[in-house]
């Protein structure tokens, strides 16, 4: 597979504009809702543990972007991202992150476990590289049964730490199976940089010894992060899989919580001059100016459409708001399907 074209060459207006405009709203999306927890985790009303992905929807989006509603993801415990690009609900999201029983875990599982097999999410689970041999299996049964169905993965660069990968990287480049490896490359491991627990190569090299293409793109550009997964989907579907790609971005917020002061100690060691640099690559504000500036868009436009899905978000959080807690008596209920 070829290496990612750079932003230089990739015009936006080589896109439909209904696709440009699409992929902002989705990331918008992501963003605001996901903005829209931080008070709600500050001030105690949301009590499970909340993994923001600000920062890094371009990686969801433009993966999404490029698949069927009936493939399949499977993400981990930074998944909101993944759930609503999928096409997730935003209000069961919410209600889920709340503990409701209108949530798509039906208030079980949190923030981290998320699901919706309607349109192909699989799951969300917090343990690290726990779901990644569960997409191994979905694309072993699309396989199997011919029907062309792509699985993708998303994991975090800390996973590249665990055997599990690798036994999976292998399973998969043997039986060439319909699967994309996404690693969401942030630069850190929790709290530890990248650079303290591998010595230097790409996350990507990883793929190399097991015969399987990858490559490494910038996961704040999705127009870039898309082009990738257009052709990685295509390879699996031709029966040329797996890929995996390495995409590079950073998160904005704290590893838990908006910032990592909340667990009581000062946590997050990461360099202020760092985090300006990568608020500079914002992925929604660069792509803003894009679409403005290549005339894809006016500035009202994008104006409106912030509107029409902060009204969404507003709503997601009033169905929430209403939804009630799940009965003591029933927390066992709906853990095991009996058939």
Known sequence: MTS????????VMQY??????????RMLAI?????????PILDGSIRCPVHLCSGQEAVAVGVCAALRQDDYVMGNHRSHGHFLAKGGRMEALVAEVFGKEGGCSRGRGGSMHLIDPSVGMLGSAPIVSGTISLALGAALAGKIRGDQRVAVSFFGDGATGEGVLYESLNFAALMHLPMLFVCENNLYATHMPIGDCRPACALSDIARPFGM?????????????????????????EGRGPVFIEASTYRLRGHVGPDDNIQGTHTDIRPPEELARWRENDPITTFEARLVAEGAASDEELARMRGEVGREVEAAHAFAAQSPHPPAEELAAHLFKHD
């Open 16 to 25: 439909p504009r209904d696709l440009l405009l699409d992929l902002h709203r």
């Open 4 to 11: 990612a074209p750079g932003k230089d060459r990739l015009y």
């Open 31 to 39: 963003r605001l809702c996901e903005e829209s927890l931080v008070e």
């Open 213 to 237: 293409e990858s490559v490494c793109v910038e996961g704040n550009d999705v127009l870039a992060v898309l082009a990738v997964a257009q052709e990685a989907v295509a390879a699996c579907r």
